[in-house]
T-cell receptor, first 115, second 116 residues
Framework: NAGVTQTPKFQVLKTGQSMTLQCAQD?????MSWYRQDPGMGLRLIHYSVGAGITDQGEVPNGYNVSRSTTEDFPLRLLSAAPSQTSVYFC??????????????FGPGTRLTVT | AQKITQTQPGMFVQEKEAVTLDCTYD???????LFWYKQPSSGEMIFLIYQGSYDQQNATEGRYSLNFQKARKSANLVISASQLGDSAMYFC?????????????FGAGTRLAVHP
């Protein structure tokens, strides 16, 4: 299993540009999430999904869109990039609640710089 | 309202000694869970340990243990026999409710430095 994969690893955008951060998992997890991590801070939830076709907003959703057309993929779209969106973006996935597993599996992250 | 508080921006410990990283939380939901993650300088998030609010015993995973004091709303991470490879950022996180397994609230983190 590849686990959770994210592409690209690094990206530089100009203000106003749009782009999509890709996230895929091959563990058949129902739950997937996007977080951002700003310097010196913990992760903050952007959007999450509890299954294909179901998404919802997290703590900091403004400026981002998501969709979940398949179980495996959960792309994050930046509609019009702003310098405030410079951050490291993590995608994560997890099982629905089971007695044996509570872990969220994180991707390696995408480092985004908006100039 | 800040729900996860890690009051130690930085800690250092001598190799082979034990260290405690503090975490306090705030929630009104009787069902919740607490996580600790390690983030080395390479940037990935590594799951260490989990404690559910209804778990009777403190969680342990190898050299990691979670000192869960429900009445005080604290969930401190204890690392025994520190190793140089333990130098990293450590994040405490919480999920609320019976679901929420992918909706974690993170603290600001504690940077641990292990000295030889």
């Amino acid at each position: 299993n590849a686990g959770v994969t994210q592409t690209p690893k690094f990206q530089v955008l100009k203000t106003g540009q749009s782009m999509t951060l890709q996230c895929a998992q091959d563990m058949n997890h129902e739950y997937m999430s996007w977080y951002r991590q700003d310097p010196g801070m913990g992760l903050r939830l952007i959007h999450y999904s509890v299954g294909a076709g179901i998404t919802d907003q997290g703590e900091v959703p403004n400026g981002y869109n998501v969709s979940r057309s398949t179980t495996e993929d959960f792309p994050l779209r930046l509609l019009s990039a702003a310098p405030s969106q410079t951050s490291v973006y993590f995608c994560a996935s997890s099982y629905t609640r089971t007695a044996s597993s509570y872990e969220q599996y994180f991707g390696p992250g995408t480092r985004l710089t908006v100039t | 309202a800040q729900k996860i508080t890690q009051t130690q921006p930085g800690m250092f410990v001598q190799e082979k000694e034990a260290v405690t990283l503090d975490c306090t939380y705030d929630t009104s939901d009787p069902s919740y869970g607490l996580f600790w993650y390690k983030q080395p300088s390479s940037g990935e998030m590594i799951f260490l340990i989990y404690q559910g609010s209804y778990d009777q015993q403190n969680a342990t995973e190898g050299r990691y243990s979670l000192n869960f004091q429900k009445a005080r709303k604290s969930a401190n991470l204890v690392i025994s026999a520190s190793q140089l490879g333990d130098s990293a950022m450590y994040f405490c996180a919480m999920r609320e409710g019976t679901g929420g397994y992918n909706k974690l609230i993170f603290g600001a983190g504690t940077r641990l430095a292990v000295h030889p």
